[in-house]
Nanobody, 118 residues
Framework: QVRLVESGGGLVQPGASLRLSCVASGNMFGINTMGWYRQLSGQERDLVAE??????KYADSVKGRFTVSRDNAENTVYLQMDSLKPEDTDVYYC?????????????WGQGTQVTVSS
């Protein structure tokens, strides 16, 4: 079992920056991908960015503005969000997934609110 705890959300003005952090604890063996999704209430959870074995992947809407990184020693994944826009307002969820005990597993954090508004 893996526990994910996010931090770093908040209210900022358009054009500002925020950095989200997600600390993982528990059995991380086999977890090769960590990343971030976002979801408005009642809608599907969409990929924002993820990193697999040091290879990042981004949604088109955040390319060039967001940067995902991972500190394997600290079991932490970060999302640096620059040039934030009102449409980036959402609840952001940390995700970790991989293969454990021959099964594909996915873990989620509790979510952190990001609000971009003037």
């Amino acid at each position: 079992q893996v526990r994910l705890v996010e931090s770093g959300g908040g209210l900022v003005q358009p054009g500002a920056s925020l950095r989200l952090s997600c600390v993982a604890s528990g059995n991380m063996f086999g977890i090769n991908t960590m990343g971030w999704y976002r979801q408005l209430s009642g809608q599907e959870r969409d990929l924002v960015a993820e990193i697999t074995n040091d290879a990042p992947k981004y949604a088109d809407s955040v390319k060039g503005r967001f940067t995902v990184s991972r500190d394997n020693a600290e079991n932490t994944v970060y999302l640096q969000m620059d040039s934030l826009k009102p449409e980036d307002t959402d609840v952001y969820y940390c995700n970790a997934n991989g293969i454990q005990n021959w099964k594909r597993v996915t873990y989620w954090g509790q979510g952190t609110q990001v609000t971009v508004s003037s």
